[in-house]
């Protein structure tokens, strides 16, 4: 396995010629102040290697050292203690040449935390233990204490941190941002980190409390990744790793006439390669590269909220509910719903890096470019069916048969297509005192879909030859499923009908221009006094959305563009949309051209950002106290309407800005024996989302789903360009206590914000075209507040007997939100925000065996329920239930250079639940995606 690097220190300028090693570590401890421990015995009779020019202090002692085999232990960046390298017999789970120098220490992200003055948390991506599950950012930063994935399938697509929103937190790459576009095309806040491979970054930080010279745009967390670099190894490094998929969910594949889709087995492959080059191997080159083909079958089953109750002669009862008199005792559903999901999921791309670190110059630059492309294609078959109330056979608390009144079903088809690019350049020098940076970068990223949606009713006749009968069951949870349609033939030839036949073609861009530049003087970890960071922000964000849609006249036959599917209890019928027949459908021009020309919009930002931050540093203390100004500007381009919310043909421009002074204040202080406290207040804005802010009118009356019985009859969606941005009061107190030599560390920390104009939708009434109408529009509510506690432990070496060794890491965080919801004659209070559960628990246990040259590894993390919308009914309110979720996974070395890899990713076959109600305790639906597992070889 590679040599593990220790991070850079500061740099010191050298002139020690070649003497014994004593004399020579002694004169570099007293020079570095660094304290050097090594047995005398061992370095007795052996000379340095002449040090001269001005490098970091590791650097400095590894070229001291020369070819001695030593190995480096380091328990902090003052503290280094040199053992005597042993010999390969001996310990052949470590083994090295005898030339090379190994260096271990406490792992980088702990380093992270214990120099940085507030509160972060770091995970470093492990080419050589990094399980086959985790493959993207998202998946690899759930990992991390207080992070809740916000699931799309079976992984984690944005992540929420402290229970606030994806939409509130800042993600760079090397500092700069990242452009992105969410779900179905939609311009927001969120980064989409499952499109990010996790083997593209080194370190990844996520900074729970902010000072002034991070981004003020954060409520939840700054999320910062750190591309990898040439100079973590000393030469060539390769990492080859290629590897199988097997899912255990059939689901629809290979009987819905989608070619192309397996049923279960999918397949990867990821490389890294870095080298460095140069007279002084000054130069660096890093390229990564990933593709990955994978099958995510789903099956997902509807609770609808209506039964039907018989008595005891098999007669409905009127009225249709239990507390009517002679009820039977048992319940029938009345709606079933089920769906199938077939998903075949492809990535594909890599990224590249080519770094200078001149010697003895101070200067160092790199300049980096990826390009990666997510394209999924999916496939929806879902019935739906009204179960009769004239009569029930055969009926049990759990099962029983009855008419169908009526059936639906509905077919969609997606191919969605991401792309996601950048560009990003670092341009940097420092000396002993100062540092100077300049990044810039462009980041892109591009949407495409391609989605035809049909569906079809009929309603079988009641007769003795016309009848269509379903056997059904009730669970635990009281969701029903039909097991048997008696005869499906007979239900297909009872004349299904177009209700809805339509086609979209989404595309969507969004772009992000950013420059900064930052400078810092005595700033260095060793040193103290005063010191000082300035620094400016430049950022350019442009979005377009648009989606051509063709709307096709409903009526019409359906029944030979559907067919019964080759599987064990089918649905119901599917539609074949693979030989549909476009071409014989009638379009509707009018109302084509009217959605195409609403879901037009367009989105310019401009951000101008400067900052100034104060340090003082005493010997165990520090305080840092500083402002950012935050500047945003906007235009936003949407669509015209009249009063009846058809477009004009024209674009309306709307304009906004604001500006805002963000100050914070840091202080941390080092007690004896490695006890650190940190306590930090801050302000820090969540800006609008540009789909907010840019969202065309729409207007419409007499539409169920909009509006409710009653007088009004008109609903109204629209954006609102008027909204201010969320402020965010934060105060933060944390305690950490590392221990173990540097390599585990306990924190308690204690989190408050007070968030000032939140924002939610929500809904008023106004007279508007002498119509009473609901308006739906984004607005800026009243305050809302979020307190936590989150604990952690790390410990990356436990020893155990027989050589064996332990590595933990396991957290929990309790959260509790306030908020207040505003609608129609209507004000709720809410214990909790969107995105936040109230308890958060993430872990991981590896177990090192070296009598197998190899490792089990298990990871677990649960996610409380949270809330996901609102509504101004607070019954109809809804979110995701609780998810568990334990993999786990084992590496042996067959060879010096080759791993193999095993894990089984979901291995409790958790569920995704759906729930609504006030206290989210009604089920809705719940998908099954079954298990995945991977096996994988590795060359390293």
Not at 2 to 24: E, G, I, K, R, W
Request: charged share 20%.
């Amino acid at each position: 396995m590679p040599v593990v690097a220790f991070a850079q220190d500061s740099q010191n300028v050298f002139s020690l010629p070649a003497q014994s090693l004593t004399s020579a570590l002694t004169a570099f401890s007293r020079q570095t102040g660094v304290h050097v421990a090594f047995d005398a015995n061992a370095a007795n009779g052996l000379r340095s290697a002449p040090l001269y020019g001005k490098m970091d202090n590791l650097k400095a002692l590894r070229r001291l050292l020369g070819k001695h085999a030593f190995k480096v232990e380091v328990s902090n960046p003052k503290n280094i203690t040199l053992r005597a390298g042993a010999s390969r017999k001996s310990t052949s789970s470590e083994a090295d040449m005898v030339d090379n120098l190994t260096v271990r220490g406490s792992r980088h992200e702990l380093r992270t935390k214990r120099n940085f003055a507030g509160v972060v948390d770091s995970i470093t991506y492990d080419d050589a233990s990094n399980l086959g599950g985790a493959t993207s950012m998202a998946q690899l930063l759930t990992q991390l204490p207080g992070v809740t994935g916000i699931r799309n399938g079976d992984e984690p697509r944005y992540i929420s941190v402290r229970g606030v929103s994806s939409d509130l937190n800042q993600t760079t790459l090397d500092g700069m941002t990242l452009a992105s576009i969410s779900d179905g095309g939609s311009i927001r806040r969120r980064v989409n980190m499952q499109n990010i491979p996790a083997e593209m970054t080194g370190e990844d930080d996520i900074y729970k409390t902010f000072t002034a010279e991070q981004d003020g745009g954060a409520i939840g967390a700054v999320i910062n990744m750190n591309p990898r670099s040439a100079f973590d190894h000393d030469g060539l490094y390769k990492y080859i790793n290629a590897y199988g998929i097997y899912g255990t969910e059939k689901g629809s594949a290979g009987a819905n006439r989608i070619p192309g889709m397996s049923p279960h087995f999918g397949q990867g492959a990821k490389a890294v390669f870095s080298d460095r080059f140069g007279k002084h191997k000054e130069f660096g080159i890093m390229t990564s590269f990933r593709y990955q083909s994978r099958t995510r079958n789903t099956t997902k089953k509807w609770q609808e909220d209506s039964y039907n109750y018989y008595n005891t002669k098999g007669k409905i009862l009127s009225p249709n509910d239990p507390s009517t008199p002679g009820w039977n005792g048992m319940t029938a559903p009345r709606y079933v719903d089920g769906g199938s999901y077939s998903n075949n999921l492809n990535s594909l791309g890599g990224a590249a890096r080519l770094e200078w670190h001149p010697e003895n110059s101070g200067f160092s630059a790199s300049v980096m470019g990826y390009a990666y492309e997510r394209w999924e294609n999916s496939f929806m078959e879902h019935n739906e069916y009204l179960l009769d109330d004239t009569g029930i056979w055969n009926q049990t608390p759990t099962s029983g048969r009855e008419y169908i009144y009526r059936a639906r079903t509905i077919g969609r088809k997606d191919n969605w297509q991401m792309n996601t690019n950048g560009v990003l350049g670092n341009l940097s020098w420092h000396d002993n005192i100062s540092t100077l940076k300049l990044r810039a970068g462009y980041t892109w990223e591009d949407y495409y879909n391609h989605e035809p949606y049909v569906t079809a009713r009929v309603y079988p006749k009641e007769t003795a030859k016309g009848a269509v009968y379903a056997d059904y069951t009730i669970n635990r949870e009281n969701v029903a499923n039909l097991v048997d349609i008696i005869d499906m033939n007979k239900l297909l030839n009872s004349g299904y009908a177009f209700q809805t036949v339509q086609q979209e073609y989404d595309r969507d861009h969004e772009g992000v221009t950013n420059v900064r530049l930052d400078y810092t003087r005595n700033l260095s970890p060793d040193f103290h006094g005063f010191g000082f960071a300035s620094g400016f922000e430049w950022r350019s964000l442009n979005a377009t959305n648009s989606s051509d849609q063709l709307w096709y006249k409903p009526g019409g036959s359906a029944t030979s563009s559907m067919f019964i599917p080759d599987m064990q209890n089918p649905n119901g019928p599917f539609f074949d949309l693979t030989n549909f027949p476009w071409d014989k459908q009638t379009l509707d021009p009018a109302k084509s051209k009217n959605y195409t020309q609403l879901a037009y919009f367009r989105y310019q930002e401009q951000l101008f950002d400067g900052y100034v931050s104060l340090h003082y540093k005493w010997r165990n203390s520090q305080i840092i106290a500083g402002v950012r100004a935050d500047s945003v500007n906007f235009n936003a381009f949407i669509p015209g309407t009249d009063s009846s919310s058809n477009p004009t043909g024209k674009i309306d421009k709307n304009r906004g800005g604001y500006i805002n002074p963000l100050p914070s204040v840091t202080f941390v202080h080092e007690f004896p024996k490695n006890l650190i406290l940190h306590a930090v207040y801050s302000q820090s804005v969540g800006r609008p989302q540009p789909t907010d802010l840019a969202q065309a009118a729409q207007y419409s009356c007499g539409d169920s789903q909009n509006t409710q019985p009653g007088d009004i009859n008109c609903s109204l969606s629209r954006g609102n360009p008027n909204l201010m941005p969320r402020k965010a009061q934060n105060f933060d107190i944390s305690l950490d206590k590392f221990f173990n030599r540097g390599r585990g560390v306990f924190s308690v920390a204690y989190f408050d914000k007070m968030i000032k104009h939140d924002i939610y939708t929500t809904r008023s009434t106004e007279i508007i075209n002498d119509e009473l109408t609901y308006v739906t529009q984004p607005r800026n509510a009243n305050n809302s507040s979020l307190m936590g506690v989150e604990v952690s432990v790390v410990d990356k070496s436990i020893k155990g007997p027989w050589r064996q060794s332990f590595d933990i890491n396991a957290s929990g965080t309790w959260m509790r939100g306030r908020m207040t919801y505003q609608g129609v004659n209507v004000s709720y209070k809410l214990k909790q925000l969107t995105e936040q559960p109230s308890y958060v628990f993430n872990g991981s246990v590896t177990w090192h065996i070296p009598q197998i040259r190899g490792a089990v590894k298990a990871s677990f993390s649960y996610s409380a329920k949270y809330l996901e919308g609102l509504n101004d009914d607070p019954t109809q309110m809804y979110g995701y239930g609780s998810q568990p979720s334990l993999d786990i996974g084992a590496w042996n070395d067959i060879t010096d250079s080759l791993r193999l890899k095993y894990e089984v990713y979901n291995l409790a076959g958790s569920h995704t639940r759906m729930y609504y109600g006030e206290h989210l305790n009604r089920l809705e639906a719940k998908e099954d995606y079954g298990r995945s597992i991977y096996f994988e070889l590795v060359y390293n």
